[in-house]
Each structure stands twice: as structure tokens, then as C-alpha cells.
């Protein structure tokens, strides 16, 4: 819908909704909602203590996005074809660290391989868009997450098929 406001050039309050509701699902419940549904399907006794610890960190990343997001609203435009999110207030680097831990580091400590492959794709994020996307970052980091989600797709059908093959006729 953002692209669509964006190209019929709507009305900047339609822009700030559609751009603010964004930012909600990005920056107020991602850090918490990651860590903990990865936690909670994790096997492994150890892990799981480890990834859901990374919701306690999450839980002021998520009230500063908050906070920031209610006093700062994100608008967007295009910028080199894709877009860019704005709100006018700089994020400090510590809570942009906190937040990169808390989406990517759960599922590289994931027992799962394929978990652990898409937290390395999606991990990659801040290193490509700081060199050579850094206005489009948020966009970048969701066309990673999207190109990693073939790897939870295989994943989910080997996954199915094993299971097909397994069960009794």
C-alpha cells in the first residue's frame, strides 16, 4: 500500500500511517516477537535459555522504538528505487546494536540449520546497506530477509517430504 500512496502521491497523513505502522511491526514488535517465538520452538534446554534472554534486551529496544516512533512518526519516499524511511530522529548506535542482536542473533544460536542459515543472510543486512545502501537500510534488510526465507522454504518442504515418507500408508 505504501508503494501505491507513494506513486498517486497521497496525502502525507496516509504516508505517515502507512509509514509509522511499519516502523511499529519493525521496531516495537520484531526485537521481542524474534527472539521469543525462535525461543519458544527451540529443542534444545540450553539454547532456549540463552535465545529467550535476548527478550529482556529486546524489551527496552522495543519501548524506546516506541517511545521514538510516538514523538518522531516515520514517513517514506523513494530513494534509488527502493524505499527509505524517515522520522527525523537518529537512532543512538547503541540501541541499533541491541536491536541487530536481538533479531539476528537468535537464529544463528538456533539449533537449526536452516534457522542458523537464514540468521546469516539476515545477518549480513548491516554490513551491506552501511557500505552501500545506507539510506534504504530498513528496505534492504527486508529484501535479505525475503531472499532468506528460500532457505526456510526448503527447509519446510524437506522437512514435509521426510514426514510423507515416514508416515505409514
Known sequence: MLWLALARAAAPALL???SSAFAIVAFVMWPVYGPLAIGLAEPHRR????????????MPVSIYGAMNIGTHPYTACVV??????RDGSPYPHVVTGA???CTCLPLILASRQALRWFGAIVA?????SAIFYYEQSFSVWCFFAAS????LYAHCAEVRRLAVRAAPN
Open 148 to 151: 532468506g526465507s528460500v532457505v
Open 80 to 85: 534509488s528505487r527502493s524505499l527509505s524511511y
Open 47 to 58: 539454547r532456549k535459555r540463552l535465545i529467550l534472554a535476548l527478550v529482556l534486551l529486546a
Open 16 to 18: 505517515v500511517i502507512l
Open 124 to 128: 549480513a543486512r548491516p554490513a551491506v
Open 99 to 101: 536491536y541487530i542482536l
